[in-house]
């Protein structure tokens, strides 16, 4: 055993997942022999089948984590690889900062082989998870992606592209070469149990422009939060199809621009994927207890840096 340091394997699985049940998990994972040789792992199996939230699954992530906090040294997730960045950013946040290694991952992240149809065969997947468990057993602290060259911090502001840094900003953990090489220390490792918050929308809704031009404000009853997408620029007249009464993301080619009673604001600072992880966030602390965001507007708090404030637990 080259890593005595115990991490833990977490995979998020059900029907949309790469293994379908807890057994399924573990038994391949025993049966990976390199990574046992290498590693002490103990899998995970996070079961997204029963629920109808999008992202349920990462505030289970999220409570494991934080539950099983002082038993590893460090965590890897693996994730779907459909919404792998947003998935990513919402677990950020939730989780806070962090001083152990939180390697997140996706076998089509990375550089691997593929079949006829174009899927990521499972010799990528294990060249990905032997990566990420080797970033899970080093010195630094973090919640960080595992891309097909580097270990980068997951970086929620436009300094990065779709919220990976770029390798010549130099601002990666490590470079993927022969294995993981970790490069960079400025990110310390505390050991000290982060404080968690899980609290999201429970209904906010991700539609496309088209959809909205046909629905009426009926259509959103019940929503907390909806996120507008196109791949065009929207007009400022999109205002007028909004809901008057709801916080609305609009994510387009002409930048990122939050709605809420009547107030546009745009939302330069954060990637794509960063801002609607972080409204779906917001949204959710808006309409829990925590005082300090009942303050102030959901367009205001999309602007605050929660990089280094401490919110109330919710787990």
Request: aromatic content about 8%; glycine content about 6%; hydrophobic content about 45%.
């Amino acid at each position: 055993m080259i890593h005595s340091d115990p991490i833990a394997v977490i995979t998020v699985g059900g029907k949309k997942g790469e293994f379908a049940t807890s057994a399924a998990f573990t038994t391949w994972c025993k049966d990976f022999f390199e990574l046992q040789m290498i590693f002490t792992v103990e899998p995970i199996f996070v079961d997204s089948s029963g629920s109808s939230h999008q992202f349920r699954a990462m505030q289970q992530v999220a409570r494991r984590i934080h539950r099983e906090w002082n038993r590893f040294h460090g965590f890897v997730v693996h994730v779907p690889d459909q919404d792998f960045l947003l998935q990513a950013d919402l677990l950020a946040f939730m989780l806070g900062t962090v001083g152990k290694p939180v390697i997140v991952m996706a076998a089509s992240a990375t550089a691997g082989e593929q079949n006829e149809s174009g899927d990521y065969t499972p010799s990528a997947l294990r060249a990905s998870l032997l990566n990420a468990a080797q970033a899970a057993t080093s010195e630094f602290g973090g919640v960080a992606l595992l891309s097909s060259e580097h270990v980068v911090p997951v970086v929620l502001s436009v300094n990065s592209d779709a919220g990976i840094v770029q390798s010549a900003t130099k601002q990666y953990i490590g470079r993927v070469d022969f294995g993981v090489q970790i490069a960079n220390p400025s990110f310390p490792r505390i050991d000290t149990k982060p404080v968690v918050n899980t609290a999201i929308g429970e209904a906010v809704p991700v539609i496309d422009i088209d959809t909205l031009n046909h629905s009426s404000s009926s259509s959103f009853g019940g929503a907390e939060g909806i996120i507008v997408t196109s791949s065009d620029p929207l007009p400022l007249s999109v205002t007028s199809s909004l809901p008057q009464d709801v916080p609305v993301l609009l994510v387009s080619r002409n930048g990122i621009h939050a709605y809420d009673h009547g107030q546009l604001a745009s939302i330069d600072q954060l990637t794509p994927c960063a801002a609607q992880a972080k409204f779906i966030w917001v949204v959710g602390q808006m309409k829990s207890d925590t005082p300090i965001l009942k303050e102030h507007s959901l367009t205001q708090w999309m602007f605050h840096d929660f990089t280094h404030e401490i919110l109330p637990p919710m787990l």
